[in-house]
């Protein structure tokens, strides 16, 4: 078993551009409630894989809404695990070993590739993409399964951006958007997306 490692929040690199800051949301507030123990024992459960860059420094590959949950509860420390050691090379190989192995998505909140240079150095430089919160609630409620494929949630955000409109930031706007994105994502139009799940076997 992999040892977890403790590291301050300040000292995570993001290896994205965006989250949807609605889950976020929703995770501060659920962490917000939690007693210390209870807190730890939460954290365990969901250590955030990592890779230590350049220069020793930790860049997360997953876990991007529960690291901008913590740092938004003001939470000093999180746990994670080390996914690979590249604190050896040199930053431009650095970089092209994570895109290679899909730990990195330079992609912004309209769904545009971006150079790496555009991920934020620290996790409170992350913003908003609503389409990635439509995705992580259409999975929780069924919508598609989660599935070992890099960045999968992100291809359903992508999918349901060029077909449903979020119509303002209230929460009421997101449910609807939520229940619009179930139907579609059960059509054979979704069919080649990672976790997909048909009608029939819905």
Do not use: C
């Amino acid at each position: 078993m992999s040892k977890l490692h403790e590291s301050e929040i300040a000292h995570l690199h993001p290896t994205q551009i965006t989250v949807g800051m609605i889950e976020v949301h929703d995770k501060r507030k659920h962490i917000e409630k939690l007693d210390h123990s209870e807190l730890r024992d939460y954290l365990a459960a969901r250590p955030m894989p990592a890779v230590i860059g350049p220069h020793g420094r930790l860049h997360i590959i997953d876990h991007h809404h529960l690291g901008r949950a913590l740092w938004e509860a003001r939470i000093d420390k999180a746990l994670f695990l080390v996914e690979a050691d590249y604190s050896g090379s040199r930053v431009d190989s650095f970089w092209a070993e994570m895109v290679a192995k899909h730990w990195a998505h330079p992609i912004d909140g309209h769904g545009d590739p971006q150079p790496i240079e555009a991920i934020p150095r620290h996790l409170g430089g992350l913003v908003d993409d609503p389409y990635r919160s439509l995705a992580g609630y259409v999975r929780e409620a069924g919508g598609f399964e989660k599935t070992p494929t890099a960045f999968a949630e992100f291809l359903w955000a992508d999918f349901f951006r060029q077909r449903i409109r979020i119509t303002g930031p209230d929460r009421g706007a997101f449910e609807r958007a939520v229940q619009r994105a179930l139907v579609l994502a059960h059509r054979a139009e979704a069919g080649n997306l990672p976790g997909f799940v048909s009608l029939a076997r819905s």
